[in-house]
Antibody, heavy 126, light 107 residues
Framework: QVTLKESGPALVKPTQTLTLTCTFS??????????VSWIRQPPGKALEWLAR???????FYSTSLQTRLTISKDTSKNQVVLTMTDMDPLDTATYYC??????????????????WGQGTLVTVSS | DIQMTQSPSSLSASVGDRVTITCRAS??????LNWYQKKPGKAPELLIY???NLQSGVPSRFSGSGSGTDFTLTISSLQSEDFAAYYC?????????FGPGTTVDIK
C-alpha cells in the first residue's frame, strides 16, 4: 500500500534553514506521471501548497516562497527532500508531503493529492 | 495566482442534515477542482477530484458539482464522522491553491 512519512526537526531558530524529508513506499518516482508535493498548514489556518517534484525531475514552487524553497528527490531511497531557507516564526506549521497524481480525461490533466503523510509540526522560535 | 474562496466559512448542522459548501475561483478553472476533508491532528483526505469524481473508499453521501468558477460540495446526510474542515483546491495552474476552508460543527 502507499505510505508517506515526513521527518525533520521539530524546532528551528529564525534565519535557519529547514530540511524536511519525505520517505515513501508503495510507488516509485521513476514511474511516468508520478509526482510528490509538499503542503503546509499553520496552526488555525488554511492549507498552503509549497512545491512539487515530478518523475522527470521537473520542479514547481509556490510563487510567494519560490526564492526560499528547493525540492529534490533520491529515487534510490524513495525520498523527497524540501529545504526552506531563512525560517521565520510565521513558517511555524505542520508540513505534509503528498503523492500527487493526475486524472486524465478529454486531453486535460487534473492533479490531486491522493495519499498524504501524517505531517510533522515545525516550530520556528528562538 | 488563482484565488479560491469558500462559503460559508463555518456552519453548524445536525446529524442527518444536508450540507452544501460552495467554492469559487477567481478565474475559470473548468473542472480542475478537488475537495479535501481535514480533521484536527490528522492528514487531509481526498474526497472529490476533477469536480465530481468520488475518490475510492469515500462514502457516496459526498458529491461534487460545478465547472468554470463555481463549485459545490454536498453531503447528503451528515454523519457524526463528517464534522471537520473542508477545503477546495484548484489544479488548473501552478501554483496550486486552496480555499480558506469551511468548518462543519455540531449544532
Amino acid at each position: 500500500q502507499v505510505t508517506l512519512k515526513e521527518s525533520g526537526p521539530a524546532l528551528v531558530k529564525p534565519t535557519q534553514t529547514l530540511t524536511l524529508t519525505c520517505t515513501f513506499s508503495g510507488f516509485s518516482l521513476t514511474t511516468s506521471r508520478m509526482h510528490v508535493s509538499w503542503i503546509r498548514q499553520p496552526p488555525g489556518k488554511a492549507l498552503e501548497w509549497l512545491a512539487r517534484i515530478d518523475w522527470d525531475d521537473d520542479k514547481f514552487y509556490s510563487t510567494s516562497l519560490q526564492t526560499r524553497l528547493t525540492i529534490s528527490k533520491d529515487t534510490s531511497k524513495n525520498q523527497v527532500v524540501l529545504t526552506m531557507t531563512d525560517m521565520d516564526p510565521l513558517d511555524t506549521a505542520t508540513y505534509y508531503c503528498a503523492r500527487t497524481v493526475a486524472y486524465t480525461s478529454g486531453g486535460y490533466y487534473v492533479y490531486y493529492f491522493d495519499y498524504w503523510g501524517q505531517g510533522t509540526l515545525v516550530t520556528v522560535s528562538s | 495566482d488563482i484565488q479560491m474562496t469558500q462559503s460559508p466559512s463555518s456552519l453548524s448542522a445536525s446529524v442527518g442534515d444536508r450540507v452544501t459548501i460552495t467554492c469559487r475561483a477567481s478565474q475559470s478553472i473548468t473542472r480542475y477542482l478537488n475537495w479535501y476533508q481535514k480533521k484536527p491532528g490528522k492528514a487531509p483526505e481526498l474526497l472529490i477530484y476533477a469536480a465530481s469524481n468520488l475518490q475510492s473508499g469515500v462514502p457516496s453521501r459526498f458529491s461534487g458539482s460545478g465547472s468554470g468558477t463555481d463549485f459545490t460540495l454536498t453531503i447528503s446526510s451528515l454523519q457524526s464522522e463528517d464534522f471537520a474542515a473542508y477545503y477546495c483546491q484548484q489544479s488548473y495552474s501552478i501554483p496550486f491553491t486552496f480555499g480558506p476552508g469551511t468548518t462543519v460543527d455540531i449544532k
